[in-house]
């Protein structure tokens, strides 16, 4: 979307200068599982219907963006089929799909509306694999998978992000770490490491000039088991990293360690 405003220059004349904004934020985004390309229909699901035509009160021909996580994001016109029916018409590519994020996050599963906001805010960091990992002391061992997926999607669509990330089914601690492949770096959240500069602890454990592979572990507020800890620590290619002075609830480490390692090693830097 561009748009234009007058400024007056060092010679007293008035120029124009286009904005060009990354992101088109006034107009609704919805993922959709079908191929995408222009002149393309597709009709809308029950719940997505009604979310644009009585939620969002929407009109006919009223831009729509859609995207697959496959073909880029695409501008789309709504055409209603009737009164809680639609469809919509694909007119035009808004931004090509990028290359996947290569992040895991791996974490122990929380009580239900603490981990839908783990969820939305790791897709929100950029994380592409998101894999709950139960442990000694997890809270619980039962995973919504759709309810997990519901989130990543409507975090996905508020952010403009393109893709959704992978989640793989939970498993134990041992089968996770065993699924990592050996040169992904396991940045592992400890509540016992040193106190230390996290930043400089990262880059010690790898070059931000071409940084490996990364896996983010967070474990749950209880901690984790002598034994996981021994577990990951025989893990090559592992660094521990405190997160501060202060104990962190598991959802706030989740946004505070992937900040930084976005920051340091991965796509923030």
Known sequence: MQRFFGRVDSAGRTR???????????APRLFVETDLGSGARLPLDRAQANYL????????EDMILV???RDGEWRARLDPTGRKSADLVLEERTR?????????????????????????????MGAGTIRPVFTRYTQGERINAERLRANAIEAAEQCGILAIPDLPEAVR???????????????????????????AALRGAADPAAPPPLAVLVGP?????????????????????????????????AVAVLALVQAVLGDAR
């Open 221 to 253: 507020e209880g901690g984790f088991a002598l034994d996981e800890r021994a577990l990951i620590a025989a893990r090559p290619n592992t660094v521990a990293l405190s997160l501060g002075p202060r104990i962190l609830r598991a959802d706030t480490a």
């Open 16 to 26: 124009d200068f286009a904005l060009m904004a990354a992101y088109d934020f006034t």
């Open 96 to 124: 090509t799909q990028p290359k996947s994020s290569d992040l895991h996050y791996l974490f122990a599963p929380l009580k239900s509306a603490r981990l839908d906001y783990l969820a939305q805010k790791a897709v929100e």
């Open 67 to 69: 995207f697959n996580g």
């Open 173 to 199: 601690l041992p089968a996770a770490l065993a699924d990592l492949a050996p040169e992904r770096l396991l940045v592992f959240c400890d509540e016992d490491a040193p106190v230390s500069d996290p930043i």
């Open 53 to 60: 035509l009585t939620v969002l009160r929407r009109k006919p």
